[in-house]
C-alpha cells in the first residue's frame, strides 16, 4: 500500500518540478533535529486568502514530531476569541531528506514542501507550493525563539522575492503575548480540531494566527502550512 503510495507520489512531485524553478533541500537534512517547538516569524504568499488577511495575521506556535512512519505530524496551536484552538497536519516524507507532501483534506490538493535551509537550533526557512493552476508559492521563516537577527530576516525575504513574491507578498508577524506560550490550565477550555488549518504554509504549513475572527478558520486559508511551529 506504502508502495502504491509512493508512485502516486513520485509522479505528483515529477509534475511540480515541470512547472517551477527547482528549489533547493537543506543539504544533510537532519529531521531529528528539525522536530520540537518553533515560532512563526514571517510568511510570504500569492495566495488570495493570506492578502485578504495577512492584516490579523499573528505569531502563533507549532510542535512537530515524527511518526512511527517517519512522516511529520504538526501541531499548531492559535487564539480564538477565549479559546486556544489547536490543529494537525501531516507531511508525508518523500525520498529525498526535506522533502515532504501535504494533501489538503478539504480540498484534496498536493503541496510540495521543502526545507530550503536550517541550522536546526535557530531558524528553517520552508517552502511549498501548491500543485494546481493557480501555482500558489509559500514560503515560511520559523524560529526557535521569537525573535531572530536582522541578518536572517534580510535571508528570508531574499528567498521570497527569487520565488517571484513581491514585497506586498511578505509579512513578517506581530507577537500575541502569552498565547505563543500557552500550556493548557485547568479552568481554560481547548478546542481540538481535525479541519485543515494553514497560517503559514508547512509545518503546515502553517504560520500565522487570526485574533479575534469568529469565521471558519478552514475557510480564511488554503496551503500546507499550519500555523507555524
Not at 515541470?18 to 510570504?44: C, H, M, N, R
Not at 525520498?95 to 494533501?103: S, V
Request: charged share 25%; glycine share 6%.
Amino acid at each position: 500500500m506504502r508502495t502504491q503510495f509512493f508512485s502516486v507520489l513520485a509522479l505528483t512531485l515529477g509534475c511540480l518540478s515541470q512547472v517551477q524553478a527547482e528549489v533547493a533541500v537543506q543539504p544533510d537534512f537532519q529531521q531529528d533535529q528539525f522536530t520540537g517547538k518553533w515560532y512563526s516569524i514571517a510568511l510570504g504568499s500569492n495566495a488570495r486568502w493570506f492578502k485578504d488577511k495577512k492584516q490579523v495575521m499573528k505569531m502563533c506556535t507549532t510542535v512537530v514530531v515524527t511518526t512511527e512512519d517517519g512522516d511529520l505530524d504538526v501541531t499548531s496551536t492559535y487564539p480564538k476569541l477565549n479559546e486556544c484552538e489547536t490543529r494537525k497536519s501531516l507531511f508525508v516524507r518523500t525520498e529525498q531528506p526535506g522533502r515532504f507532501l501535504y494533501t489538503s483534506p478539504r480540498s484534496g490538493n498536493h503541496h510540495d514542501v521543502r526545507v530550503v535551509e536550517t541550522n536546526y537550533d535557530e531558524y528553517a526557512l520552508l517552502y511549498a507550493k501548491e500543485q494546481n493552476m493557480k501555482k500558489l508559492t509559500m514560503v515560511t521563516l520559523y524560529g526557535r525563539s521569537k525573535e531572530l537577527s536582522p541578518e536572517l530576516r534580510e535571508k528570508f525575504t531574499q528567498l521570497a522575492l527569487a520565488e517571484g513574491l513581491g514585497n506586498e507578498d511578505i509579512l513578517f508577524l506581530p507577537s500575541t503575548g502569552k498565547w505563543e506560550n500557552w500550556e493548557r490550565e485547568p479552568d481554560r477550555p481547548q478546542v481540538s480540531s481535525s479541519r485543515d488549518c494553514h497560517v503559514g504554509f508547512i509545518m503546515g504549513s502553517p504560520a500565522s494566527c487570526l485574533l479575534g475572527q469568529r469565521a471558519a478558520i478552514h475557510k480564511q486559508f488554503s496551503g500546507p502550512f499550519p500555523l507555524v511551529p
